[in-house]
């Protein structure tokens, strides 16, 4: 089941330089880790998100 989630993409914000972009459920899962596009900073966009979101986009996923 976990793969098949992979494809899902999240929105973040660099909360360095403020700017948007999006990160793989598989890069969220697998590295924890990912470097803004805009200014190369290292963040943990999974410590940002409250855990009830990431459920929401699993629930829409399954398609509950």
């Given at each position: 089941?976990?793969?098949?989630l992979?494809?899902?993409?999240?929105?973040?914000?660099?909360?360095?330089?403020?700017?948007?972009?999006?990160?793989?459920?598989?890069?969220?899962?697998?590295?924890?880790?990912?470097?803004?596009?805009?200014?190369?900073?290292?963040?943990?966009?999974?410590?940002?998100?409250?855990?009830?979101?990431?459920?929401?986009?699993?629930d829409?996923?399954?398609?509950?």
């Amino acid at each position: 089941m976990v793969n098949d989630l992979d494809d899902i993409r999240a929105q973040a914000d660099c909360p360095v330089c403020g700017r948007e972009f999006s990160v793989s459920y598989r890069t969220l899962r697998l590295e924890r880790t990912v470097e803004c596009p805009g200014c190369g900073e290292t963040i943990r966009p999974i410590d940002d998100t409250p855990i009830g979101m990431v459920q929401r986009l699993i629930d829409e996923t399954d398609g509950k």
